[in-house]
């Protein structure tokens, strides 16, 4: 299962970040190898659709679970035509949410 | 930490004078203008030193007057009317151009570059506060990034209350202001187009599931409307936070680049009533 | 003849300047602009006539697509994306460029109508009321407004209610006017947005003249920046609380004797500058 969350900073310490489309960086986790990696936004100054592109790069890394504190709308339309879960994050880190979903203790959004 | 967010709807509501006295009122050191379009706030609070740098918007075309064979087949193709013709010389009109990208596709000479062009600019004041603004050039529209970029200027590990003017309307700059912030407070007008446009933007807010509360400026200018207005939101259960009244003294202060809170008037005492029911409604 | 209203600032008057100037202008035509916020009709008891506003947009043809990206590779609003293999649109964000039709190599992209919003018209006495409104969530309200101008009858004056601010869509609006009337508020917020607007109609080498609203003590603040930049000050409307209240309650405040003469005022001063 490929967990991923929006970051202010790179790395399982960085904090949640208030966006999805305008994240620094996505934190992406593999709850099979227990592995984690960050990637850069690559889309974060797009002036158009910043959260569409998202979006895209959440299903081109088969995103299972997606924890955020916000979505918007264009970004949730073509998320919700997926198998992707989306969870409420919480003013930690992601390492925290990440553990907190994995622990049942996180409110799902959609 | 708490971000506190103004709304209106309508423009000229008074939102940016109550925000002014919020900001004097809760000590606040880290605040915002997103009303990129018309900025007002820094009208007040524009000490210090500042900081300005430039926004960029989508690139638009320019044609190579040297590689150009003035073919014409970019004027056929464009859709925003963005190619001027002067004496059968083709050249874009910057202030059409949407950046598309088809007239330097179909141009068969190669003719058409991509240039970045200043839409606006992000500035922000350091004193004892740090204050973030920005305001967008003529004709330049999409505004939603430069809200975006004037709240990331702001310190996001401040303690205390965050306070940010924010754009009228419900569009896309409106969104961007929204993301982020615990509470909206709504200034409304006693008008029936007041009325409408504050449905239209309570239903923007819901939304975003975020908690909001209403005030009416100048509710004694038709006292009808304003008790419609607090009967629809008794009625939806939504929060009312206070009246506050109709004074010429209000244009005096401003005109003087002051705070309305700083004057023992009827005005100053009710925003700073409206002031205590938002706090609590914080839990401050 | 059209006669464009404008201010920076919302809540500045625009609004009330063009339905009044309508009221008192015989057989004028009114136009209003603001599709994102349109309230200028509710002055006018009609029964009106909708129209829908259509863009075009790409639909594609799945049975010819290749899945090869051109197209979401050229867009630059990300209005096309790669959805689990497939192109798929999301009409909110595409400006109809027609940039996707011309890369695809394909030929799986056609062009098909999207509704973005209508226009609206009606009759009040003997004046033609005309009004758009953009659908909430989209983008762009220009093609209503360019569609809304084509509705300005030349033997006639009309009388054009613009958008707040001075974006693409007050040049729009503003574009054809022979006559642009700025209406202003005497505070340093008013004098500020007044700057913007001022900048957009001397782009633009138009003939303005300035109305001053909510006149009070602080004229001045507006006078002395018409004074440096050569504005002529066509009118005031001063500040009164009956004024603010009729006007609230939508009404039409040139039916009042107490107000008509500021109006008549500002119309006289407007035959000075061009043919009504």
Avoid at chain 1, 93 to 101: K, L, P, Q
Avoid at chain 2, 268 to 279: D, H, V
Wanted: some cysteine.
């Amino acid at each position: 299962m490929i967990i991923a969350l929006p970051t202010k900073e790179s790395g399982e310490k960085a904090f949640v970040s208030e966006n999805l489309g305008r994240a620094n960086y996505f934190y992406l986790y593999d709850t099979k190898t227990k592995e984690g990696k960050s990637f850069k936004n690559n889309f974060l100054n797009e002036l158009h659709g910043a959260g569409v592109k998202t979006a895209e790069f959440l299903l081109k890394y088969s995103t299972d679970i997606l924890i955020t504190p916000r979505i918007g709308e264009k970004a949730l339309e073509i998320l919700l035509e997926t198998d992707i879960n989306i969870y409420k994050s919480t003013e930690k880190i992601a390492r925290e949410n990440i553990n907190d979903f994995l622990n049942d203790n996180l409110e799902k959004l959609y | 930490m708490k971000k506190l967010l103004f709304l209106s709807g309508k423009g000229g509501t008074g939102k940016t004078i109550i925000a002014s006295s919020f900001i004097k009122l809760a000590k606040s050191e880290n605040f915002a203008d997103c009303d990129v379009e018309a900025p007002n706030l820094h009208l007040i609070y524009k000490k210090g030193q500042i900081n300005s740098k430039p926004y960029y918007g989508l690139k638009i075309a320019k044609i190579n007057a040297d590689k150009c064979v003035n073919c014409g087949i970019c004027y056929d193709n464009c859709r925003f009317g963005a190619i001027d013709l002067n004496d059968s010389n083709h050249q874009i009109n910057p202030y059409k151009c949407e950046g598309c990208g088809v007239c330097g596709f179909v141009c068969p000479q190669g003719a058409i570059d991509f240039v970045d062009s200043i839409s606006g600019s992000i500035d922000l004041y350091k004193d004892n506060y740090l204050f973030s603004t920005g305001s967008l050039k003529m004709g330049s529209g999409n505004s939603g990034l430069l809200v975006t970029e004037v709240k990331k200027q702001l310190d996001n590990h401040y303690e205390k209350i965050t306070i940010i003017d924010g754009p009228p309307g419900i569009g896309c700059p409106v969104i961007a202001s929204i993301s982020g912030v615990d509470f909206v407070l709504l200034v409304s007008e006693p008008s029936y187009s007041g009325f409408s446009d504050l449905k239209r933007i309570i239903e923007t807010i819901n939304k975003f599931k975020i908690d909001f509360g209403v005030c009416i400026n100048k509710y004694d200018l038709n006292i009808e409307i304003s008790k419609e207005i607090k009967a629809y939101l008794n009625k939806q259960n939504y929060n009312f936070l206070g009246d506050i009244s109709y004074s010429e003294k209000v244009s005096e202060i401003i005109n003087n680049n002051e705070v309305v809170v700083d004057y023992d008037f009827v005005v100053g005492k009710e925003i700073k009533n409206i002031y205590l029911n938002t706090m609590a409604l914080l839990d401050w | 003849m059209q006669i464009a209203i404008l201010s920076g600032k919302g809540g500045a008057g625009k609004t009330l300047v063009a339905v009044n100037l309508v009221n008192l202008i015989n057989l004028s035509t009114y136009i209003d602009c603001d599709v994102e916020e349109p309230n200028g009709k509710l002055y006018f008891s009609s029964e009106y006539n909708k129209k829908d506003i259509n863009v075009l947009v790409p639909k594609i043809n799945y049975k010819k697509c290749t899945h090869c990206n051109k197209c979401v590779d050229f867009c630059r609003y990300n209005a096309l994306i790669d959805f689990l293999g497939k192109v798929k649109l999301l009409p909110s964000l595409c400006h109809s460029c027609g940039g996707c039709k011309l890369v695809c190599e394909f030929d799986a992209i056609t062009e098909v109508k999207e509704p973005i919003g209508y226009i609206y018209q009606g009759d009040y006495k003997y004046h033609q009321i005309y009004g758009g409104e953009l659908k909430i969530g989209k983008e762009s309200g220009i093609e209503i407004i360019s569609q809304l101008i084509s509705k300005a009858d030349k033997e006639k004056i009309n009388i054009i209610d613009c958008p707040p601010g001075n974006g693409c869509s007050v040049m729009e609006s503003i574009e054809q006017a022979d006559y642009c009337i700025l209406v202003s508020e005497p505070t340093i917020f008013g004098l500020e947005n007044l700057k913007l607007v001022h900048e957009l109609t001397t782009l633009y080498n138009k003939n303005i003249g300035l109305i001053i609203n909510k006149a009070n003590d602080y004229n001045n603040i507006i006078e002395d920046f018409a004074k440096t930049k050569d504005i002529s000050i066509i009118g005031y409307i001063p500040f009164d609380k009956e004024l603010a209240k009729l006007n609230s309650n939508q009404q039409l405040v040139s039916d009042n004797n107490k107000f008509k003469p500021y109006f008549i005022k500002i119309i006289e001063q407007i035959k000075q500058e061009v043919d009504l």
